[in-house]
């Protein structure tokens, strides 16, 4: 494992951000922190780095115990949601930062910066201030300036928080793209369920301070252990008490067994994909189903239809969360 | 219309209050050309009261600008019991005239006082003496570099400092290599007023001094005694001097201001 991080406690005053909390992360993974904000994944990270110290608890980085050492004993890279540029410096001094406080030599630091700044596509703003950047860009660099150093870790607090839609989307596939080049052990915090699905091999759902479940992306949206996680990854409804997801949802106009009756309030076509919202016992639920079948069933509002969970559909009792 | 009446009055304003008095006193020292204004500026007494001002303000710049960012960063970064007693503390010398100072000072520093008298007894004279003038000097212009240099900390936020210490630089180092760049333009200020402040200051020094020609006399004093003994020349000389050493000062820390980043 490159991270191990055992029965950690962090309180901020009376408020227990961090409860007990163990993770492992193998090397050379790619590891989402997801969770709700103030759930205590940003301080998990930060505690990782040596940026907060635990109040309990050990951190063991490639078998180091590494709870009371320095944020500049780790060897840790850390990429800020907000950057955290040095403003003062140019895209090139940024990027160099690192190596010149190890006192490399000056050709070696060159090459270095020369060959991130092209890893990273903003070898052509070597010399302009962050300033003079986009959002984007200067994210970018800051990936740059935390790989610089070889770290034996990087861990990325929200990095595409700051960015608005298009270019996190890019950067999303980029940072996939750059981690099966690099091979440097990622954790990454997220509260973008989608982006930790999409980018991560592993994810961790941090809520409340505790883990509530940890896994691939796939075994976390196919088997969640609680409602909380279920709701959390994707969208659920509810039939009969039980949570399910609404594309495992059977519709029909003739009487299903163990099906129930419901009626239809609303159709909502999405191009691909047809939302079929239902009133089923004075309750709300909805199913998602291909454009195919809903002209096949040529559905109206008003219509009675008859509906059951799909046969592998994932079930959950709604009531426990 | 509105806005022509509103820079009118204001420049009318500025004119009467600053502009006029200044220039008239520039006017008074160069009305009987340069020759006499090289003269008072040459009397053994002038050149000692430089010397005086000279070395006060900077030992007072010096230790204000250690002790502002020191500060500074302690009321910007961290939290602690005590901190807004201490905030206010900072403040307290705008509260207190100058005058009030050199007083206290004497109180607690002064030979009959237990403090001062102690330190006489190991031969350190605080009152009448350098010492004391610079404390007084520190006393009155304390909050002028934590004042500068505290928005901007605040506004710069801590995480520059801790991705510098993910890639490996020390405590010595992040500060070096990113605070103090990070507050340059705000800690120049800061030092410009401190040093502006130190040159003029009157009230406290002229009690802590004892105004004591050619030993401790300043510039500021200077003027006052030569003005009190109607040597107008001699004061008027000294106070432009004055003036264009503050000047000078500021319009070098503009030249001297490198290019900030963003």
């Given at each position: 494992?490159?991270?191990?991080?055992?029965?950690?406690?962090?309180?901020?005053?009376?408020?227990?951000?961090?409860?007990?909390?163990?993770?492992?992360?193998?090397?050379?993974?790619?590891?989402?922190?997801?969770?709700?904000s103030?759930g205590?994944?940003?301080?998990?990270?930060?505690?990782?780095?040596?940026?907060?110290v635990?109040?309990?608890?050990?951190?063991?980085?490639?078998?180091?115990?590494?709870?009371?050492?320095?944020?500049?004993?780790?060897?840790?890279?850390?990429?800020?949601?907000?950057?955290?540029?040095?403003?003062?410096?140019?895209?090139?001094d940024?990027?160099?930062?690192?190596l010149?406080?190890?006192?490399?030599?000056?050709?070696?630091?060159?090459?270095?910066?020369?060959?991130l700044?092209?890893?990273?596509?903003?070898?052509?703003?070597?010399?302009?201030?962050?300033?003079?950047?986009s959002?984007?860009q200067?994210?970018?660099?800051?990936?740059?300036?935390?790989?610089?150093?070889?770290?034996?870790?990087?861990?990325?607090?929200?990095?595409?928080?700051?960015?608005?839609?298009?270019?996190?989307?890019?950067?999303?596939a980029?940072?996939?793209?750059?981690?099966?080049?690099?091979?440097?052990?990622?954790?990454?915090?997220?509260?973008?369920?989608?982006?930790?699905?999409?980018?991560?091999?592993?994810?961790?759902?941090?809520?409340?301070?505790?883990?509530?479940?940890?896994?691939?992306?796939?075994?976390?949206?196919?088997?969640?252990?609680?409602?909380?996680v279920?709701?959390?990854?994707?969208?659920?409804?509810?039939?009969?008490?039980?949570?399910v997801?609404?594309?495992?949802?059977?519709?029909?106009?003739?009487?299903?067994?163990?099906?129930?009756?419901?009626?239809?309030?609303?159709i909502v076509?999405?191009?691909?994909?047809?939302?079929?919202?239902?009133?089923?016992?004075?309750?709300?639920?909805?199913?998602?189903?291909?454009r195919?079948?809903?002209?096949?069933?040529?559905?109206?509002?008003?219509?009675?239809?008859?509906?059951?969970p799909?046969?592998?559909?994932?079930?959950?009792?709604?009531?426990?969360? | 219309?509105?806005?022509y009446?509103?820079?009118?009055f204001a420049?009318?304003?500025?004119?009467?209050l600053?502009?006029?008095?200044v220039?008239?006193?520039?006017w008074?020292?160069?009305?009987?050309?340069?020759?006499?204004?090289?003269?008072?500026?040459?009397?053994?007494?002038?050149?000692?009261?430089?010397?005086i001002?000279?070395?006060?303000?900077?030992?007072?710049?010096?230790?204000?600008?250690?002790?502002?960012?020191?500060?500074?960063?302690?009321?910007?970064?961290?939290?602690?019991?005590?901190?807004?007693l201490?905030?206010?503390?900072?403040?307290?010398?705008?509260?207190v005239?100058?005058?009030?100072?050199?007083?206290?000072?004497?109180?607690?520093?002064?030979?009959?006082?237990?403090v001062g008298?102690?330190?006489?007894?190991?031969?350190?004279?605080?009152?009448?003496?350098m010492?004391?003038?610079?404390?007084?000097?520190?006393?009155?212009?304390?909050?002028?570099?934590?004042?500068?240099?505290?928005?901007?900390?605040?506004?710069?936020?801590?995480?520059?400092?801790?991705?510098?210490?993910?890639?490996?630089?020390?405590?010595s180092q992040?500060?070096?290599?990113?605070?103090?760049?990070?507050?340059?333009?705000?800690?120049?200020?800061?030092?410009?007023?401190?040093?502006?402040?130190?040159?003029?200051?009157?009230?406290?020094?002229a009690?802590?001094?004892?105004?004591?020609?050619g030993?401790?006399?300043?510039?500021t004093?200077?003027?006052?005694?030569?003005?009190?003994?109607?040597?107008?020349?001699?004061?008027?000389?000294?106070?432009?001097a004055?003036a264009?050493?503050a000047?000078?000062?500021?319009?070098?820390?503009?030249?001297?201001r490198?290019?900030?980043?963003?």
């Amino acid at each position: 494992m490159a991270i191990e991080v055992r029965n950690v406690t962090k309180t901020f005053g009376v408020t227990p951000v961090l409860r007990d909390v163990s993770i492992d992360v193998a090397s050379g993974s790619l590891t989402a922190l997801l969770g709700p904000s103030g759930g205590g994944k940003s301080t998990l990270l930060r505690v990782i780095a040596g940026l907060e110290v635990p109040d309990s608890g050990t951190v063991t980085i490639n078998g180091i115990d590494a709870t009371r050492l320095a944020p500049q004993r780790r060897n840790v890279g850390f990429v800020f949601q907000h950057y955290a540029a040095f403003k003062h410096m140019t895209v090139h001094d940024n990027v160099a930062f690192g190596l010149k406080i190890r006192k490399r030599p000056k050709t070696e630091i060159r090459k270095r910066v020369a060959e991130l700044l092209e890893l990273v596509h903003i070898e052509q703003f070597a010399d302009r201030y962050p300033a003079q950047l986009s959002g984007g860009q200067r994210q970018r660099m800051a990936l740059a300036r935390a790989l610089a150093v070889e770290p034996q870790v990087l861990l990325l607090d929200e990095p595409f928080g700051a960015l608005d839609a298009q270019v996190r989307k890019e950067l999303r596939a980029w940072l996939r793209r750059l981690h099966d080049e690099v091979h440097v052990t990622t954790v990454f915090v997220t509260h973008d369920q989608e982006e930790a699905i999409e980018v991560a091999d592993e994810i961790v759902v941090l809520a409340d301070g505790i883990v509530e479940q940890a896994g691939s992306p796939q075994e976390i949206y196919d088997n969640p252990d609680s409602p909380f996680v279920m709701r959390f990854l994707g969208p659920v409804t509810e039939i009969d008490g039980r949570l399910v997801r609404p594309h495992d949802i059977e519709l029909s106009d003739t009487p299903l067994p163990d099906g129930a009756t419901a009626t239809v309030t609303r159709i909502v076509r999405l191009g691909f994909e047809v939302r079929v919202e239902m009133s089923l016992d004075g309750r709300h639920t909805w199913a998602q189903i291909t454009r195919g079948a809903a002209e096949r069933l040529n559905l109206a509002p008003g219509d009675t239809v008859h509906v059951r969970p799909t046969a592998d559909a994932r079930l959950i009792p709604a009531g426990a969360s | 219309m509105a806005k022509y009446a509103l820079r009118l009055f204001a420049l009318v304003y500025l004119l009467f209050l600053l502009a006029l008095p200044v220039g008239l006193i520039v006017w008074r020292t160069f009305g009987d050309g340069i020759g006499p204004v090289i003269e008072s500026l040459s009397s053994p007494e002038a050149v000692h009261a430089f010397k005086i001002t000279i070395v006060v303000a900077l030992w007072a710049v010096a230790i204000n600008t250690v002790f502002g960012v020191g500060m500074a960063i302690l009321l910007a970064r961290r939290r602690f019991p005590g901190k807004r007693l201490l905030n206010a503390l900072v403040d307290l010398p705008l509260a207190v005239s100058p005058v009030v100072v050199g007083l206290a000072l004497i109180l607690v520093y002064g030979r009959y006082a237990p403090v001062g008298g102690w330190l006489e007894g190991h031969g350190i004279q605080i009152i009448f003496s350098m010492p004391g003038m610079i404390m007084a000097t520190v006393f009155v212009s304390l909050p002028l570099v934590v004042r500068a240099v505290e928005p901007v900390l605040v506004e710069m936020g801590e995480e520059q400092e801790q991705a510098a210490h993910t890639l490996g630089a020390s405590a010595s180092q992040t500060f070096r290599r990113i605070t103090i760049p990070g507050i340059r333009a705000a800690l120049a200020y800061g030092v410009v007023l401190c040093l502006a402040r130190a040159l003029g200051e009157y009230g406290a020094i002229a009690v802590v001094s004892g105004r004591l020609v050619g030993q401790t006399q300043t510039l500021t004093l200077f003027v006052d005694e030569r003005f009190q003994n109607f040597e107008e020349q001699d004061a008027f000389a000294a106070a432009t001097a004055l003036a264009l050493i503050a000047i000078t000062t500021l319009l070098l820390t503009k030249l001297l201001r490198p290019k900030d980043g963003d």
